[in-house]
């Protein structure tokens, strides 16, 4: 594998994409929300129990590439528990690494796995999918189960 | 399995055969610039020739040309260089001509591509005769350009869009058509080879199944005619549409074939100047064949441009050049299959330049990306195609797709590089 593909498709990418986490629908969401990439057909669907402002449980389900299916588990981990404040303030943060656009507040920790995909335009929106979803399920009115 | 020592021998029988057709892929290559160029230290290996082809230096010549010697407006002035430019316009609408078989120039119309030149036909011949209930039938193969016109026109007039269903190897089943070639039927658009599968459709055969039901056909050439030889009088279609870019020429240039006798029938495209003989506010005379459907100025330059591509073409053993895409199609299904994972999707017993697969547990983008690493360029995605994608329950594919200045080389690297896809993935 040559460096630029280390950079991109780093091993914990490979090992999410593998072993998806919180992988599967949530009976007990409410918040949901679809997400879809036309350029290469990936759909995601995420589910959140969101109680008191604390992001209590999310998963999601759906099809994807390598880099949308890890950005998807990967966003679940790093969202749960997390108050909707904060999940909203790591969506500005992954957003701003993976576009290279706009100020990096800080660290992502694990997330900076992807920062490889500011050099592939084309697959951006791949990593940012779940994100973007995340943030349409964050801004619905609370008890909202409808899709955006 | 392609292995180095095989590999060669494969090289040195198409040499051999090539040879003796007196076509040379690889003498043809050093025609594209571009493909001199090289991605991250490689060789490009271009196989995406079913998006867009590559151009030989006698397009870009010819457009440079236009440009350098010729620049003018046509059909409107009396000095020397519009007379230049409208010569070599119009000749290149009898180079297209001679191209398609068609019997008479007034049957060439110049599009910006296939997609134009199905609008076309969809507002100025199915718009005005379509009545409530009338069918239009397509097939479950189409490019998104040949469904989308007819879901809009049929919309609009209250008919009925129809879909021939497509096989498991990726053929058209036959007897779904004739069962849903009705009474009604008005028009049938197919296309001629599948830009997602690479079938070859039985044209001839559909189109004078409809004609005996008093349909009209317009066939979807944008991928056939670099491919296939194409004699529209042969297969007896009534439209026939191309893009000039998939066919080594300049983009923002199509082509519509269409027999005289229905473009007489019909109603112009759109209105403005070229298109007419005489303008007062009370009533507009238009122009003959093919100008009404010509509104506006038309890409000159790309006209001009194409008309070199099928020169350029027609010099080359359009056989011989068939029989090596056939082969390179043949030795990269062979190569490919024995990759473990890898299914081929579109099995058609006629299919051509083509090579669309899935690679278990690999998601078509992550090919995609991997192998341009590597310099090898495909495509990937559900190309225009999502009905059909649906049908083989994929939301995409990658596919390989080839051209006269493609060779074992280029398989080559694209097998190398799969095998590196798995070997990430694995
Ligand atoms: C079968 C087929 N039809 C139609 C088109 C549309 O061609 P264009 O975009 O040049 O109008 C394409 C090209 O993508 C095609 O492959």
């Not at chain 1, 957003?95 to 992502?108: F, K, Q, S, V």
């Not at chain 2, 151009?55 to 010549?61: L, S, W």
């Not at chain 2, 009338?134 to 998104?144: K, N, R, S």
């Amino acid at each position: 594998m040559n460096a630029e593909m280390r950079e991109l498709y780093q091993e914990a990418i490979l090992d999410h994409n593998r072993r998806p986490r919180n992988r599967g629908s949530l009976a007990d969401a409410n918040r949901r929300a679809d997400g879809y990439n036309p350029l290469c057909g990936d759909r995601i669907r995420l589910f959140l129990k969101i109680e008191d402002e604390i992001v209590k449980d999310v998963s999601f389900e759906g099809a994807g590439c390598a880099i949308s299916t890890a950005s998807a588990s990967m966003m679940t981990q790093s969202v749960k528990g997390k108050s909707v404040a904060e999940a909203y303030a790591l969506f500005e943060g992954f957003h701003a690494m993976a576009t290279d656009d706009g100020e990096r507040a800080g660290d992502l920790g694990k997330l900076e796995v992807f920062c490889g995909v500011k050099e592939f335009p084309a697959r951006v929106k791949c990593a940012t999918l779940a994100w973007h979803t995340l943030k349409a399920a964050l801004t619905q009115p609370a008890d909202s189960t409808t899709t955006e | 399995m392609l292995t180095a020592g095989n590999a060669l021998e494969l090289r040195a029988q198409v040499e051999n055969e090539s040879c003796e057709r007196a076509f040379d892929a690889s003498r043809a290559r050093l025609d594209f610039p571009i493909l001199r160029h090289r991605i991250r230290g490689r060789e490009i290996a271009y196989l995406d020739n079913a998006a867009t082809t590559q151009k030989p230096q006698a397009v870009i010549d010819a457009e440079m040309s236009f440009y350098t010697s010729e620049c003018s407006n046509v059909h409107r002035g009396v000095h020397t260089l519009s007379q230049r430019a409208t010569a070599s316009f119009e000749s290149s609408r009898d180079v297209v001509r001679d191209f398609v078989g068609a019997s008479d120039r007034k049957e060439i119309i110049f599009t910006r591509g296939t997609t134009e030149a199905i609008n076309l036909v969809a507002q100025s011949f199915a718009r005005p005769r379509l009545q409530p209930g009338d069918e239009v039938l397509i097939t479950e193969m189409e490019h998104h350009s040949d469904i989308v016109p007819w879901q809009l026109v049929c919309q609009e007039r209250g008919a009925v869009l129809r879909v021939v269903p497509v096989t498991d190897s990726g053929e058209l089943e036959l007897e779904a058509f004739h069962r849903l070639l009705g009474p009604r039927t008005r028009l049938v658009g197919i296309v001629h080879v599948s830009n997602a599968l690479g079938t070859i459709n039985p044209v001839r055969d559909v189109v004078r199944a409809a004609h005996d039901r008093g349909a009209v056909v317009l066939v979807d050439g944008a991928q056939a005619v670099a491919h296939i030889p194409v004699d529209v009088q042969e297969l007896g279609c009534d439209f026939y549409a191309f893009s000039g870019h998939k066919l080594y020429g300049p983009t923002g240039i199509g082509v519509l074939y269409g027999k005289r006798e229905l473009l007489e029938s019909m109603p112009p495209y759109q209105g403005g100047g070229d298109m007419i003989l005489s303008v007062t506010f009370a009533k507009t005379t238009y122009n003959e064949l093919p100008y009404k459907f010509e509104a506006g100025t038309p890409n000159i330059a790309g006209a001009i441009g194409l008309g070199a591509a099928i020169r350029y073409l027609g010099a080359l053993p359009f056989t011989a050049v068939m029989r090596h895409e056939d082969e390179l199609l043949r030795m990269a299904t062979e190569a490919l299959s024995s990759l473990p994972g890898l299914r081929v999707i579109g099995t058609a017993r006629r299919k051509t330049a083509v090579l669309s697969f899935v690679l278990e547990g690999v998601h078509p983008h992550d090919i995609g990306t991997i192998i341009d690493l590597e310099g090898v360029a495909i495509r990937t995605g559900h190309h225009c195609a999502q009905p059909l994608m649906e049908r083989f329950g994929l939301p995409a594919t990658a596919r390989a797709s080839f051209g006269l200045y493609n060779t074992i080389s280029d398989v080559e690297a694209l097998y190398q590089a799969l095998q590196h896809v798995e070997e990430i993935f694995r």
